[in-house]
């Protein structure tokens, strides 16, 4: 009997076994490649997208905009807005800005946010979010506060784990922005920013620490500007020493788009992949004589990088390091094994529900006098809705991180609808025109304060929305001014002048400055840019459906001078110079005495807590927090460390621990914190290191930086 010939048998290559590791199947892959193929992918393909590679089957990166919201536009992304794309945009859920879930100070938060926007990433086809934004605020000017989480690297850093965890989870790459310190809009594609080495880890450095080594993120973006001379994405300091070998990042840097300067610098500085792709650089360069002036881009096309390998100028180990750790993150979050198509829904109840908690949660009562909030159905019959930004959206701030989404509540519909239930007489009137919106609606300024005062002369309640918008607070400028914009002060005092029931709601990402006029108003409530159920999330405020819980990210102060970068902000001379080093924010307040308007951590509710029996050693602080009020309510516990024996300078106290603790009226719960040595720790600068000086520690509990309710100390032994 003639034998059988054998079935032909293909092998499944190493790469293509799911159950090897991320990095064994990088590695095998990597080994099957040859130079032109690796060099393809150092740079896009196209304005959004990786080089895809058919031969091996290596699927495209395909990248959209964050932290907010997914930013994308359906069909190719060989171009985008940015230089004029016909293509439509995809609608998808907006979520508040990120100052807003800076304000919630709740990580499990920050996760759901992350992981809502990782599923609307899949269902749209894409594998890679360009967020979270976690740079610092610095100035109250930067256009760019509204996307990230406030002045405190611990707080950052706590909401920035969480949120790449949420979104990671769900098979998509995060990546954490802009590294390092690009905390202006001013020159930001040309500044120099000179920063002590200790600002950098002690204030600059911690979120993108803790997205590397506790959320395990797969790309970092580098910024725009430089740190110390040098670009941040051909910066050897930031990206090799500190990234990549200090902290032991595993995935790869990106660069900002545009942000690249150089071929053989960048590349062997630790830059991995050059977005856009050299097409789309090409493109955006033909298209006018400003875009050329400011946009750089193309170094890494394969003509720029393949002589420079030939020549010995870029190692190959370097382009096999690039490729290894872009490949390393595909495998690790899925990409390889699965195919995206855009069939997925967005905007899912599930997605709408937790935009709606975010916004909720981040809303911060900054005053409440004579308990003018909730408002009560029994006292008040009619309510004036007032200001530029009642009727209109205001879901975002300005630039990449804009959305579009299906829909978006305004303050006024939701208050209709919710106040109109309750019987309540509800009207309107606009008040002043948002700065650029209808310059010929503006021009009767006057008259429009005049009806709106008599709208609140004529109501039990006035609730006036002012703020910023998109325009004045975004991406590529910082702010004009740092006071309400386009009559919207003399509208607030108008108001008030009639009517002492006065609610102001602040929309904004930003400080605003309010000295004038702050103490004229009973309640005030900052809602930041609330995203596409901002509407709902007010009205759940104002009417007490939610008690108040957020508290502020970051210090307001009284006038500009308070500030701590005033005197070294926006710079000169292409350089700016952060002299007040590590006293950021409350930091700074503390340090010189001064009294802020509204300090960091500040938030009220419509209940009160009571704050008792501090536990300390230096391992562990607890204590008891009782509600002592009449409603369900969450309050964020603030654990604040103060180390005045230090042999160097230290701030008076820095938060080192926070928890949002729900309770129901009487309910007491203990609250306990952990302690570790990055606790107690300074970044020493002769030791390069981190360092727990021995000696006695100051322990603050506190319900803001500026309402301690508890102290304690503790004594760290020597060695
Ligand atoms: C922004 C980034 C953004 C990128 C792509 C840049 O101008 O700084 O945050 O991800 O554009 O749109």
Same mark, same amino acid.
């Given at each position: 009997m003639a034998l059988l010939a054998p079935q032909s048998q293909t092998v499944t290559p190493p790469y293509k076994n799911t159950s090897l590791s991320a990095d064994k199947r990088a590695e095998d892959l990597l080994g099957r490649m040859t130079l032109q193929e690796k060099v393809a992918m150092l740079a896009g393909a196209t304005w959004m997208e990786s080089a895809a590679n058919e031969r091996l089957g290596i699927p495209s990166l395909k990248m959209a905009d964050g932290p907010v919201g997914v930013r994308s536009w359906s069909g190719p992304s060989a171009l985008t807005n940015a230089a004029g794309s016909k293509l439509p945009q995809v609608l998808s859920t907006a979520f508040p800005a990120g100052v807003a879930l800076g304000a919630t100070w709740d990580p499990e938060m920050a996760g759901r946010v992350g992981q809502a926007l990782g599923a609307e990433v899949r269902a749209l086809g894409r594998n890679m979010l360009l967020g979270p934004s976690v740079n610092i605020h610095r100035t109250p000017w930067a256009g760019r506060n509204f996307e990230t989480y406030g002045e405190d690297p611990y707080l950052s850093s706590r909401l920035v784990v969480a949120y790449i965890k949420g979104m990671q989870g769900e098979g998509v790459i995060a990546t954490v922005k802009h590294f390092a310190a690009n905390s202006q809009e001013f020159e930001r594609r040309t500044i120099d920013e000179k920063i002590g080495e200790r600002a950098l880890h002690e204030i600059y450095f911690p979120a993108f620490k803790a997205a590397v080594q506790e959320a395990g993120v797969w790309s970092v973006m580098s910024a725009y500007n430089k740190v110390n001379g040098l670009w941040c994405a051909e910066n050897p300091y930031l990206l090799t020493d500190t990234l990549k070998k200090r902290w032991g990042f595993q995935g790869f840097v990106v660069s900002d788009w545009g942000g690249t300067h150089s071929t053989i610098d960048g590349a062997v500085a630790g830059l991995d992949i050059e977005m856009p792709g050299p097409g789309s650089v090409r493109a955006l360069l033909n298209h006018d004589e400003t875009t050329r002036q400011n946009f750089t881009g193309g170094f890494q096309a394969p003509e720029k990088v393949l002589p420079e390998i030939e020549s010995g100028k870029i190692p190959q180990a370097v382009v096999d390091d690039r490729v290894r750790r872009m490949l390393r993150a595909m495998f690790a979050v899925g990409i390889f094994d699965r195919t995206d198509s855009e069939k997925g829904d967005v905007d899912t109840p599930d997605e709408i529900a937790v935009a709606r908690k975010a916004a909720t949660e981040g809303i911060v009562l900054l005053k409440n006098e004579r308990g003018l909030l909730p408002i009560q159905p029994g006292k008040v019959r009619s309510i004036a809705v007032i200001g530029p930004s009642a009727a209109v959206a205001r879901t975002g701030g300005g630039g990449s991180s804009n959305v579009k989404s299906k829909y978006a509540v305004t303050p006024m519909q939701a208050i209709s609808q919710r106040g109109g239930k309750k019987q309540f007489l509800i009207t309107y009137a606009q008040g002043a025109v948002m700065e650029g919106e209808d310059p010929d609606k503006a021009k009767d300024s006057a008259a429009l304060i005049k009806d709106a005062a008599v709208l609140a002369a004529n109501s039990d309640l006035a609730v006036v929305f002012v703020g910023n918008s998109s325009k004045l607070e975004s991406e590529g400028h910082d702010r004009a001014t740092l006071g309400l914009p386009a009559g919207q002060e003399e509208l607030i005092k108008a108001v008030t002048a009639v009517n002492p029931r006065t609610v102001v709601v602040l929309i904004a990402g930003s400080p605003v400055l309010m000295d004038n006029w702050v103490g004229k108003v009973p309640a005030l409530v900052a809602a930041w840019?609330?995203?596409?159920?901002g509407g709902h999330a007010i009205a759940d405020i104002l009417f007490g459906d939610a008690n108040p819980s957020g508290k502020l990210p970051m210090t307001f102060p009284k006038e500009w001078k308070d500030s701590p970068a005033y005197g070294h902000y926006p710079g000169e001379n292409g350089t700016v110079d952060y002299a007040e080093g590590i006293y950021v924010g409350y930091r700074h307040f503390d340090k010189h005495n001064i009294e802020p308007l509204f300090p960091f951590g500040h938030g009220l509710s419509y209940t009160t807590f009571a704050y008792s029996d501090l536990k300390v050693s230096p391992h562990e602080v607890s204590l008891a927090l009782r509600n002592t009020g009449s409603r369900e309510g969450a309050e964020v516990v603030q654990l604040y460390l103060g180390? =005045?024996? =230090?042999s160097v300078d230290r701030p008076v106290k820095e938060l080192k621990g926070f928890r949002r603790v729900v309770l129901k009226p009487g309910e007491t719960k203990t609250v306990t914190f952990g302690l570790d040595k990055s606790a107690l720790s300074y970044y020493s600068t002769a030791k390069k290191d981190w360092v727990a000086e021995p000696g006695t520690f100051e322990v603050l509990v506190g319900a803001s930086s500026r309402d301690i309710r508890l102290k304690g100390k503790f004594e760290l032994a020597g060695k």
């Open positions: 840019y609330p995203g596409q159920e180390d =005045s024996h =230090s």
